[in-house]
């Protein structure tokens, strides 16, 4: 059975362990965890049935799939930690924002399977996006493997790394900038006499339906927008206030903003 190792129980390896448990991808004793600080891993452990571990190497040792889920000021004394531990029988997966597969190949070395990836949070309810890239000695079935841990909790795109920047922009930042389009939906409810609750739960069922219309449609999502808004009518009218006042350079200058930042960050 394959075992997958986290190294670090931060919100993110939740995010994905939740997904995981959820999909029913692996046994909760397959997953082996292990943090700094045993008062955060050991009860969400002992909470959810996985086997807690007493140091990263021991991750690296017990599981096939070694999850680097740190912060990235650590990522590359952990790497150096676990590196003897790594074979390449093992596939290294990180999570860890900005770090290349030409870093943690110096790290650990070249031969040992490595995935990036960059998922969002939504992994945890199996509607997550992540993107990946893998280094020249993960191939094969260990590749569908690893893949396949993030297409377990959602959709994998494979991408060059250096297009992670605007990955992490649309798929990472996203999901706070749609939440908050929501919000601005269900305020206006609100505004019209709506409960809170019920105007969200609309306007979150409506985002929802609409981005599987645009993910199951062979049309661009503008042409999607032609078969609601009827000439004359009020969506129009609507789309085009929402122009007026600049939605679609905001959300553009959103994303320039969100990418800068990360670059910044590199």
Request: negative net charge; aromatic residues 4%.
């Amino acid at each position: 059975m394959t075992k997958i190792g986290f190294i670090g129980v931060g919100g993110m390896a939740q995010a994905i362990i939740g997904g995981l448990l959820n999909a029913q991808a692996f046994a909760p004793a397959d997953i082996v965890v292990h943090s700094h600080r045993p008062e955060n891993y050991q009860p969400y452990a002992q909470q959810h049935g996985l086997t807690a571990v007493t140091s990263n190497t021991a991750v690296a040792q017990d599981s096939d799939l070694v999850v680097l889920a740190v912060t990235p000021n650590v990522a590359g004394n952990v790497l150096q930690e676990i590196a003897d531990a790594l074979t390449p029988q093992k596939t290294l997966i990180s999570i860890v924002a900005g770090l290349t597969l030409e870093k943690m190949g110096d790290l650990v070395g070249a031969t040992i399977p490595t995935l990036r990836t960059l998922p969002n949070v939504n992994v945890e309810i199996g509607a997550g996006m992540t993107a990946v890239a893998a280094n020249a000695a993960l191939t094969g079935s260990a590749l569908t493997t690893a893949q396949g841990v993030f297409d377990a909790i959602g959709s994998t795109t494979v991408l060059s790394e250096d297009q992670f920047g605007i990955f992490s922009a649309l798929a990472g930042s996203s999901p706070a900038y749609i939440e908050f389009f929501i919000d601005s939906l269900s305020r206006a409810g609100v505004k019209y006499g709506l409960s809170k609750a019920q105007a969200t739960q609309i306007a979150a069922q409506a985002t929802l339906g609409s981005a599987q219309m645009v993910l199951k449609s062979d049309k661009i999502p503008f042409a999607l927008i032609d078969q609601v808004a009827s000439p004359g009518g009020s969506t129009v009218a609507g789309l085009l206030a929402m122009e007026e006042s600049g939605l679609m350079t905001a959300v553009v200058k959103g994303i320039d903003a969100t990418v800068q930042r990360d670059r910044e960050n590199a």
